[in-house]
T-cell receptor, first 115, second 114 residues
Framework: GAGVSQSPSNKVTEKGKDVELRCDPISGHTALYWYRQSLGQGLEFLIY????????KSGLPSDRFSAERTGGSVSTLTIQRTQQEDSAVYLC?????????????FGPGTRLTVL | QKEVEQNSGPLSVPEGAIASLNCTYSDRGSQSFFWYRQYSGKSPELIMF????GDKEDGRFTAQLNKASQYVSLLIRDSQPSDSATYLCAVDPYSGGGADGLTFGKGTHLIIQP
């Protein structure tokens, strides 16, 4: 079946602009996650959704970051007033449920470059 | 602060030999452990997961877990050039509550020399 999809695959923007990143999880997966991978760094967890609800938003790097999920499916990660330090690959993952050991499957990522 | 430590490498192994990748974690309450492989410019793909102490084998891959020592390893037997990639150790702190994602190490860059 289809895996996790993300769009756009690449996004170049100017400092100060807003960007929206989209994630479409595997059909039937109730849990959705956003991570960020900066050059030379490990994956950094940003936020998790169970259904449409995000129980904890403390992983978001700043209040310029927000995320939502609608219909228990597609999620968007919005970054307002982008800064150069926001440049990274943004990865989305989904899992069937949020249970101990449930495997998270990753999408291809969106490479964000802030000039 | 939950941490996952890996040797960044590069780890260079001759083709056909055994590659041994190691990982330590700080959160003693962690329940499950994952190894992901990431090729340059690509997203992580799951290689193996392990929940219980001991060894788990899947083809050429063996994951080993020692919760008392907070140590996870991945062995790759009969290493192939296509195994050259960065291997990410990930720890799931989930124990019935909370909203954390996986905690990843920075990865070990493995090079299989033909």
């Amino acid at each position: 079946g289809a895996g996790v999809s993300q769009s756009p695959s690449n996004k170049v923007t100017e400092k100060g602009k807003d960007v929206e990143l989209r994630c479409d999880p595997i059909s039937g997966h109730t849990a959705l996650y956003w991570y960020r991978q900066s050059l030379g760094q490990g994956l950094e967890f940003l936020i998790y959704f169970q259904g449409n609800s995000a129980p904890d938003k403390s992983g978001l790097p700043s209040d310029r970051f927000s995320a939502e999920r609608t219909g228990g499916s597609v999620s968007t990660l919005t970054i307002q007033r982008t800064q150069q330090e926001d440049s990274a690959v943004y990865l989305c993952a989904s899992s069937l449920f949020r249970r101990a050991g449930d495997t998270q499957y990753f999408g291809p990522g969106t490479r964000l470059t802030v000039l | 602060q939950k941490e996952v430590e890996q040797n960044s490498g590069p780890l260079s192994v001759p083709e056909g030999a055994i590659a041994s990748l190691n990982c330590t974690y700080s959160d003693r309450g962690s329940q499950s452990f994952f190894w992901y492989r990431q090729y340059s410019g690509k997203s992580p793909e799951l290689i193996m997961f392990i929940y219980s102490n001991g060894d788990k084998e899947d083809g050429r891959f063996t994951a080993q877990l020692n919760k008392a020592s907070q140590y996870v390893s991945l062995l790759i037997r009969d290493s192939q050039p296509s195994d050259s990639a960065t291997y990410l150790c990930a720890v799931d702190p989930y124990s019935g509550g909370g909203a954390d994602g996986l905690t990843f190490g920075k990865g070990t860059h493995l090079i299989i020399q033909p």
